[in-house]
């Protein structure tokens, strides 16, 4: 093998490290350890595209890099195999889900090895593997006995045509995520975790984690803590009282009516006859709405009047109560007091209904508009009247607590987690259900594995998959031998992912969930690189579940993820769109002007970029460049298998860290691969003689000049600091330039050619072991020491004095190191230098002004 070939040289070294295990994790617990985790991914039929491995290759790059450091590094990789879409199938085609899930494991696996990534594939883990639920399973037991783990009728996101129960995030638009069906509310019996009873600790946790500031700031928000106060308004005529909780009990004396959520409890039970059917009708349309619907998509205020009425504590006032649907019942109690002049829904809303409106602050002169949000002195609030707004808040809430009408309370926008599911392909509970009590089943007799089943579609009756498999469900309590039902529905898939980081520590553990010893060692995770899509469901419960396991003693950190960083999204390749206007190209910044456009996609050959600007090529003519997100519907889904039979997995993985900061959106372009294909190329022949396969006449073993050191030690130094800052884009272009001034040398000294394979290899693990090799080395790269810069190398010989004449450069000298801070000389130099000499004969030279390893500055008149 002479020139360069991706296609031999990979395939060679990935049934290398194959065989001989080369990534294994060391079992050595003596030297410092590094956790480097990718959010595992789904397995999907159509397998990877050229996105995903973006944050897989960054993560590769530093678990190679840190080995060389001297660390022992974790590097797993698995499956998180349970949930819909696999089941979706299964119920189109009648596979077993099973099936479906293993050939897309397989195939995952399979480009995953081809990209040369160095996972220890001896942990590899997978959700759907009894031997791993069954720890799943023991989890949720350990909520269920800390009382975190309960049941309760909800109301939840039901999909008739999936006959499933969706999370909020799995709804859009009132319409389910997969598929796009209608989605209504109701009430089911379903799992919940309370997960609110961690709230305050998810929120402080925060604190000392490396994470991004808009990562942490969505969770906080998504935890939502409030400081208020609830209050109790009676219900008059009956002995029902409606509690709420209010951020601004200060303004209570402007609460003029009240609105319940349509699926709060108290609609039935106060609700007068006269309004029944109207309430029932709303209560109806409300639940074909999504929660977004309500609230933020909600131009117009609807509701319906209970025909009820509450007693304001402050007034003694009777208010009417209304039911509508900007009211969730999932926020805060389910009811507000409805206070128009400070609030801008209940401003809305008590204009469409002709309620009272009563400001209840000041606000200023030069106030325009509606309901004032501001600060300012409360007016019409009796004894608050002139105070301010904190200082009305503290007095009302001890009024309230003086009168048993209410109390200060911080309020959580955190809901419980709904944990069930109606589908087979997931955990199923270890609960039976015992004279209708649910009951957990013993350690000893998980996992409680899913039945084999061929009928996966949902029932008529809402009831999941599970409630035919009838043997199944109907068993005994394994105590006393009594008749029970197994728990029919089955566990998210958030489930699996909220704990699999641990697994990894120890996969084969058979006595827990992980082995204390290896959890003690590994955790927390040093960095995990996952996409932004994740920051706030996925890291909120695995943050739960592992402070669950810290309070039982499982885990010794009370974090999971000490820094976490989201790579940017790839998108698909820039299009270009032309427009023409009766038959003449147009500018796309003039299209709008006419009313007849017509638009043309155009090839990328037939388009160049001017400035800033993409023009129609050989013409001043502007067209739109837009890239879009990769999706099957555009077409423009680009195949990593494609990219690596083309280029080599070398190339793609350079590429994708070429393209620009690791964290931005980039879009993604075939024609620049070639750029880095050719890099390497250069990399190979540089070192490689192209005719007969060795190394070339140019390769030494002499000591290295002086001036060759300085270029690679700049190349050390630049590499190492950015692998450190994750600014992969800008290592690759330092040993871009390194490759660039070593093609000028005459000589390529081995040592030197060493230290920069070893730079290379982390980005480029196939060639760099190709041409260790054939420099000499019987080991691996993998475990080379990483090179070190010297500083003494880094200082040259000479010192670079810029010229000015009359403060303008007009030369530049380069002086001897020993003789920079010599001002005579250094003048001598500078008088002497060809173009400044010029400017000396055409004036008289008034003043020389020197700073030493600087400047030179000489004024002439």
């Known amino acids: 093998m002479s020139s360069y070939k991706p296609e031999d040289i990979e395939s060679k070294w990935q049934e290398y490290w194959q065989e001989n295990k080369t990534f294994k994790t060391p079992e050595d617990h003596d030297k410092p350890k590094y956790y480097v985790l990718d959010m595992f991914p789904y397995p999907s039929g159509s397998g990877l595209h050229v996105g995903h491995p973006e944050g897989y290759t960054a993560t590769d790059i530093l678990a190679r890099y840190k080995r060389m450091n001297g660390f022992n590094v974790l590097h797993p990789i698995g499956w998180d195999a349970f949930g819909l879409p696999a089941e979706q199938y299964a119920v189109k085609t009648g596979t077993h889900p099973r099936e479906t899930t293993e050939k897309n494991v397989n195939r995952f696996r399979e480009q995953l090895q081809d990209l040369g990534f160095s996972y220890d594939w001896d942990r590899e883990v997978n959700t759907t593997d009894p031997d791993y639920y069954k720890w799943t399973q023991w989890i949720f037991l350990k909520l269920y006995e800390k009382g975190l783990a309960y049941e309760d009728d909800v109301p939840v996101n039901w999909c008739p045509e999936l006959g499933t129960v969706l999370a909020n995030e799995e709804v859009i638009d009132g319409k389910s995520e997969v598929g796009g069906y209608p989605v209504i509310k109701k009430p089911m019996r379903q799992w919940v975790l309370k997960i609110t009873e961690y709230a305050e600790r998810l929120l402080e946790g925060l604190d000392d984690l490396d994470w991004p500031d808009s990562t942490k700031k969505m969770q906080r928000d998504w935890i939502g803590k409030s400081i208020g106060a609830d209050i109790d308004f009676k219900v008059a005529d009956h002995d029902e009282e409606i509690r709420v909780f209010t951020t601004r009990p200060d303004t209570i004396f402007g609460a003029t009516y009240m609105v319940l959520a349509p699926e709060h409890d108290l609609v039935d039970e106060i609700t007068i006859e006269d309004q029944k059917e109207a309430v029932a009708n709303y209560r109806e349309e409300a639940a074909r709405k999504s929660d977004l619907e309500r609230t933020e998509l909600s131009d117009e205020k609807t509701g319906v009047f209970t025909g009820a009425y509450a007693i304001n504590p402050a007034t003694g006032e009777e208010i009417p109560i209304w039911v509508a649907d900007y009211v969730l019942v999932s926020y805060g109690t389910g009811a507000i007091m409805a206070v128009p002049g400070q609030d801008e829904r209940d401003w809305e809303f008590a204009e469409k209904f002709d309620l009272p409106i009563v400001r209840t602050v000041q606000p200023p002169e030069d106030f325009e508009g509606d309901a004032y949000t501001g600060e300012g002195k409360a007016i019409n609030s009796e004894f608050l009247n002139g105070l301010e707004v904190d200082e009305a808040k503290e007095k009302i809430i001890d009024w309230l607590e003086e009168h048993d009408a209410g109390k200060k309370a911080v309020n959580y926008k955190l809901r419980d987690w709904l944990f069930s599911r109606q589908r087979y392909w997931g955990e199923p509970f270890p609960i039976i259900h015992v004279d209708g009590e649910p009951k957990p089943v013993g350690e000893d007799n998980l996992p409680v594995t899913l039945p084999e089943m061929d009928d996966f579609e949902p029932t008529d009756d809402g009831n999941p998959p599970l409630a035919k498999a009838t043997d199944w469900v109907n068993t005994e309590d394994p105590e006393t031998g009594e008749p029970a039902k197994r728990e ?3 566990m998210p898939q958030w489930a699996g992912s909220c704990w699999y980081y641990l697994r990894y520590c120890s996969p084969e553990f058979e006595g827990g969930p992980v082995d204390s010893d290896e959890e003690k060692y590994w955790m927390p995770v040093d960095m995990y690189v996952g996409g932004a899509e994740h920051s706030v469901l996925h890291l909120l419960y695995a943050r739960f579940w592992h402070k669950v396991l810290y309070d ?123 750029g880095v294909y050719r890099f390497l190329g250069r990399v190979w022949r540089m070192i490689i003689d192209e005719d007969s396969g ?39 272009s330092a040993m871009m330039i390194f490759v660039n001034e070593a093609n000028k040398w005459d000589n390529h000294p081995k040592s030197v050619l060493n230290s920069f394979i070893k730079l290379l290899s982390p980005f480029a693990p196939h060639i760099a072991e190709e041409i260790w090799y054939r420099l000499g080395h019987d080991e691996t790269i993998a475990y080379t020491d990483w090179p070190e810069f010297n500083e003494e190398y880094l200082v040259s010989d000479t010192q670079l004095y810029p010229i000015q004449v009359n403060g303008k450069v007009r030369g530049e000298i380069h002086v001897p190191r020993e003789k920079a801070k010599d001002k005579e000389y250094v003048l001598s130099e500078a008088k002497a230098e060809d173009n400044v000499q010029r400017y000396l004969e055409d004036g008289n030279l008034v003043k020389e002004i020197f700073v030493p390893e600087r400047i030179v500055n000489l004024v002439v008149k």
């Open 552 to 674: 039982c003693g499982v885990v010794s950190t009370k974090e999971p993820f000490q820094r976490l960083v989201h790579q940017g999204m790839i998108l698909g390749e820039v299009e270009f769109t032309g427009y023409k206007h009766e038959g003449n190209w147009i500018s796309a910044n003039t299209k709008d002007d006419f009313e007849e456009v017509e638009r043309i996609k155009l090839d990328e050959e037939q388009v160049e970029k001017k400035g800033d600007d993409f023009v129609i090529e050989g013409t001043e003519i502007r067209v739109d460049a837009k890239a879009h997100k990769m999706s099957k519907s555009r077409g423009n889904v680009v195949n990593p298998d494609d990219i690596v039979d083309q280029y080599g997995a070398d190339s793609m993985r350079l590429y994708e860290m070429f393209m620009g900061p690791l964290e931005q959106v980039k879009p993604w372009s075939t024609q620049d691969v070639d």
């Open 488 to 490: 029919t529905n089955t």
């Open 694 to 732: 060795e190394l070339n006449d140019s390769v030494t073993d002499e000591e290295p000049p002086k001036e060759q050191l300085k270029v690679l030690h700049e190349c050390i130094q630049k590499v190492t600091g950015d692998i450190t800052d994750l600014s992969f884009n800008t290592a690759i």
